[in-house]
């Protein structure tokens, strides 16, 4: 499935597992962290920092619960991506740009089926974020080829996407759809710090 996205342009990927054994975790992120290096895209590990840097990968992405910045560059060195989930605060990603996050992450923007309890956050904070901060942006939450556009001329430089591309019959064709949204050739927050 991941190489389907891959060849459809997928961008970046994140491992997310919260539920799996750690064994089956570490397995899975190294084929994934292979399966990156062959399409030359960034692989991120949710949460889990001492795996991102056992498998290779090229960073990290930070939810409230996780390590803070800090802890996390002083193991990962200056090269790595760290991103961090903002939810619907602002303030939390003017901090996390002080603090030295690569990039933030704003939503739930539409309903979600992989995170049903997060809370809501609005076209607007796109728009605020960007006056605000100058890393880049990621929108999260019920995001399909249908309505990222939306999120998108808001601001959002990139959307994370999971049910809509994973549960759709032709993986590859969809992220070529979702990939084709974008103006720009790529989203690789290591390589463009800070937006144009």
Known sequence: MTRSALAGGARLV???????NEELRREQARALAHLCRRFDVPLLINDHIDLALEVGADGVHLGREDAP??????????EKIIGISCYNELESAIEAECNGADYVAFGAFFSSVTKPDTVPASVDLLQQGNLEIRIPIVAIGG???????VLISAGADAVAVSNALFGARDIRSEAAKFSGLFKRQSFHP???RTRQ
């Open 143 to 149: 995001i399909n080829s249908d309505n990222a556009l």
């Open 190 to 192: 290591s390589l463009s």
């Open 69 to 78: 910045i800090s802890q996390a560059r002083l193991k990962l060195g200056h």
């Open 14 to 20: 994140q491992y997310r597992s919260k539920t799996m």
